[in-house]
Each structure stands twice: as C-alpha cells, then as structure tokens.
C-alpha cells in the first residue's frame, strides 16, 4: 500500500520467499497475488493489483 502508483519490482517481492525452495519460489509470488486480488474483489476495495510484465506489480486506486 505505501508503494500505491508505483511499480513494485518482482525482485522486492520475492525477498520474503527467499527461504522457500526454488520449485516453489518460482510462482509463489504470482500466487499470492492472485490471492490478494480476489479479497480485493470479494472486500469491494477500490484497489487493483496490475501487472507490469517482466517488470513487477502496480497497485492502482480503481474507477468504480
């Protein structure tokens, strides 16, 4: 949320998965985010997660 409009490297957000095994590692990241993106929906938040490829995620406020 501090990083609203920004894009948020791949790299940045793998750092908290870096225990995990690399099989794992590999797609936990966009898992997540899937994830987060339902609660988004089912919250009726106002927020989108996009995804900027090859780059990372952007966080944006919606026009709903």
Do not use: C, Q, W
Not at 20 to 35: M, Q, T
């Amino acid at each position: 949320m501090r990083r609203l409009g920004r894009v948020v490297p791949k790299a940045f957000s793998r750092r908290s998965s870096m225990e995990i095994d690399d099989e794992l590692a590999s797609n936990a990241v966009p898992v997540h985010v899937h994830h987060l993106r339902r609660k988004l929906v089912t919250a009726g938040a106002t927020a989108e997660i996009h995804t900027v490829r090859g780059v990372g995620y952007l966080l944006i406020e919606s026009k709903r």
